[in-house]
């Protein structure tokens, strides 16, 4: 039996401590678990958004691109995050939204494997992900398909010399399954495709190795478990070895070799910054500024250690308390296969979902009976698990989530 005590215990050996610390305080008392969706605010981007308003945009003005680093921000936020993933301090940068840069980089990569002409990916990946590359498909054209399966059981027959590119979530946005990447890589590498992987369920929450398991490409968003804000930019990594390829798919003057120099012939700037299409937007940047200032003090070791703890508690108390209740974990059993957030279903997930969040805890609901908690390894402590599955068992041990009031659910 776990107790309230084990989770203190486990608080009191927290690596990442002093990050919690480092997060705002909001004006609901609640335990926010749907960090998977938006992440916690660090307590000082007031400040410095602030600071960026009266000191860059109010005094500074055109002036601010020259005393500031806005124009270099994009791949200091990427250098800050890169030991995170397991890549080059160079082979990272932040810029457009997860969309954007999804079809950036698979149609950099799909042109890269020409003549092949397939992309195989996911029938259930994350909408965005699919709608990227059946429009990409019908863009260019020319015999190039959509190859849909099901699961790592159905990828091995998937592949042939046709496929230019595979394209997976690294853990899927509702059951939280989390791909096995360096056996993934090796299958695909093994036919001659390139291997791109949407993090965005993933990153800031598990360290991952994406050079050393074999990442072609990839892209995450900034505003989960990153913490970068709503809307935040996301980030793109090209592995080294392909950054010098070609022309990037959106040849701006921000991925010019020399910017200012205002050539009338495109030349791209070296590296993965070819990628960087336009103006940066300095006011979400500045805000991620204070999320990347954490991300820089956390050794990959910590973030692992810190959200394997959570997923196993979150787990186990789930199962202790409201197993009898009508909870089941859909998230896989084994830890190694889950991403950031843990699913579970219950008959009545969505008023529960709605109850829950009367009673001082915020997950998300998602179609038909599935309810996800979002385990931020950087503002959750182990209490706040406790406390978390505690409101649930009573939520569910009253029947409270039966009344009217909880029969409309929010989104
Ligand atoms: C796996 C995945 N990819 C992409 C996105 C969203 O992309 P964008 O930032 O362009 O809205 C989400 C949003 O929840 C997501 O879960």
Request: hydrophobic residues 45%.
């Amino acid at each position: 039996m776990i107790t309230l005590s084990d989770c203190l215990e486990l608080d009191a050996r927290d690596p990442l401590r002093d990050v919690r610390a480092r997060f705002a305080t909001p004006a609901e008392d609640t335990v926010y678990l749907d960090g998977n969706s938006l992440g916690a605010m660090p307590a000082d981007v007031p400040e410095r958004v602030n600071a960026l308003l009266l000191d860059g945009w109010r005094d500074a003005r055109r002036r601010g691109w020259s005393h500031f680093d806005w124009l270099e921000k994009p791949w200091l936020l990427g250098e800050s995050l890169a030991h995170l993933l397991g890549v080059g301090a160079r082979d990272v940068v932040f810029s457009d939204s997860t969309s954007v840069n999804l079809f950036k980089l698979l149609a950099y990569g799909w042109k890269l494997q020409s003549p092949r002409r397939v992309i195989v990916t996911e029938r259930e990946n994350f909408p965005t992900d699919v709608y990227v590359a059946e429009g990409l498909a019908r863009f260019v054209g020319d015999g190039a398909q959509l190859r849909l399966i099901d699961g790592p059981d159905d990828l091995p027959a998937a592949l042939d010399g046709d496929v230019a590119v595979v394209y997976l979530s690294h853990a899927d946005y509702r059951s939280g399954y989390r791909w096995d990447m360096a056996a993934t890589n090796r299958l695909i590498h093994g036919c001659g495709a390139l291997a791109m992987w949407d993090l965005s369920h993933v990153a800031g929450a598990i360290a991952v190795e994406l050079e050393r398991d074999g990442a072609d490409l990839a892209v995450g968003c900034g505003y989960k478990y990153l913490c970068g804000g709503p809307g935040a930019p996301s980030w793109l990594y090209v592995h080294p070895r392909l950054q010098h390829r070609d022309w990037p798919v959106i040849a701006g003057w921000m991925g010019h070799e020399d910017v200012f120099a205002f050539a009338q012939r495109y030349a791209p700037l070296d590296g993965v910054r070819r990628h960087l299409a336009g103006s940066p937007s300095i006011l979400a940047n500045v805000a991620l500024s204070a999320a990347a200032d954490l991300w820089k003090s956390i050794r990959p070791e910590d973030l692992n250690w810190k959200h394997r703890s959570l997923s196993t508690l979150m787990v186990a108390l789930l199962e202790q308390r409201c197993g009898a209740l009508g909870v089941k974990v859909t998230s896989p059993a084994d830890y190694d296969r889950r991403g950031g957030h843990i699913a579970f279903s219950h008959p009545g997930a969505g008023s529960v979902s709605e109850a829950l969040l009367a009673h001082g805890v915020v997950g998300s609901f998602r179609k038909p009976d599935s309810i996800r908690f979002g385990l931020s390894p950087m503002a959750l402590s182990h209490a706040q698990i406790w406390t978390a599955v505690d409101r649930l068992a009573q939520v569910l041990q009253t029947e409270v989530w039966r009344e009217p009031r909880f029969a409309h659910v929010s989104v």
